[in-house]
């Protein structure tokens, strides 16, 4: 098992909050990467395998049917999120990296920083440890698309007959969400590239577009 973190620049990843556009902006960055040539795996987390995608159905579903009364404590929550990724870094990205492909990914560890460690107040060394531990592998760049909170939750608003679990939450939650990324981008500006997705979606794709080209001139 791996210690070391290491950033893959065959590796992007794209983050935000709720509504922010991230599988809009994952239409370009798919676009941007096949014109060049590239083999692109497009996937996503919690998920992105078949076992994953299990544990995924156990940290959103909210249906009254679902689970009973019993709620996932946060700790069951982030451990679950870590599983579910160390499956889907040994299984699916780590081999497309291997093979020369791009993996574009819809959230990764950034988000485990955000809801888990802002949002429900989970010791951030304990995030750290398992993503040295469990994952080992960061992304090379990062796309934030950042959005007012109740901007982004009017855009999914009426979408879901039952809002996931984590959907469901309040929106001071979703307010200490955003303030953890836009503090992680700040943080690291080599990784990040922080996109006002207030904009309409046609203006956003086009400079995910061209952030996604800048990439490429610069890795080489
Ligand atoms: N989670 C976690 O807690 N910890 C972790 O480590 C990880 C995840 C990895 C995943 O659910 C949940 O798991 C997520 C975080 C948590 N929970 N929340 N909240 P998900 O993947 O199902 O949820 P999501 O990532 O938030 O997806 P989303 O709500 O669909 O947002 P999106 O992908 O960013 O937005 P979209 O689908 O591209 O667009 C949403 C709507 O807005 C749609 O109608 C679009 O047409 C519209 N849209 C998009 N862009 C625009 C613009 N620019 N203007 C106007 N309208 C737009």
């Not at 935000?16 to 096949?34: D, N, P």
């Not at 404590?73 to 579910?84: D, G, I, K, S």
């Given at each position: 098992m791996t210690e070391l973190?290491?950033?893959?620049?065959?590796?992007?990843?794209?983050?935000?909050?709720?509504?922010?556009?991230?599988?809009?902006?994952?239409?370009?960055?798919?676009?941007?990467?096949?014109?060049?040539?590239?083999?692109?795996?497009?996937?996503?987390?919690?998920?992105?395998t078949p076992l994953a995608e299990k544990i995924r159905g156990l940290l959103l579903e909210?249906?009254?049917?679902?689970?009973?009364?019993?709620?996932?404590?946060?700790?069951?929550?982030?451990?679950?999120?870590?599983?579910?990724?160390?499956?889907h870094v040994r299984e699916v990205i780590r081999p497309a990296l291997q093979r020369g492909a791009y993996v574009v990914c819809d959230r990764f560890t950034d988000s485990?920083?955000?809801?888990?460690?802002?949002?429900?107040?989970?010791?951030?060394s304990w995030i750290e440890d398992l993503e040295r531990r469990a994952v080992g592998l960061r992304p090379g760049l990062t796309l934030l698309l950042d959005l007012d909170v109740r901007?982004?939750?009017a855009r999914t608003r009426g979408r879901d007959l039952w809002p996931d679990r984590i959907e469901s939450e309040q929106d001071d939650f979703f307010e200490r969400v955003?303030?953890?990324f836009r503090l992680r981008a700040a943080a690291d500006p080599g990784r990040f590239r922080?996109?006002?997705?207030?904009?309409?979606?046609?203006?956003?794709?086009?400079?995910?577009?061209?952030?996604?080209?800048?990439?490429?001139?610069?890795?080489g």
């Open positions: 973190l290491v950033p893959h620049p065959r590796f992007i990843t794209l983050e935000g909050g709720e509504g922010a556009g991230k599988s809009t902006a994952l239409a370009a960055v798919r676009e941007a990467l096949q014109s060049s040539g590239y083999e692109v795996v497009r996937t996503r987390e919690p998920g992105g909210n249906r009254p049917s679902a689970g009973g009364s019993e709620a996932l404590v946060p700790e069951t929550e982030l451990l679950l999120m870590f599983a579910a990724r160390a499956q485990s920083y955000a809801y888990q460690g802002a949002g429900r107040g989970l010791d951030q901007q982004g939750r955003r303030e953890c922080l996109i006002d997705a207030t904009r309409p979606a046609a203006v956003v794709a086009s400079e995910v577009g061209a952030v996604v080209s800048e990439w490429l001139r610069h890795a």
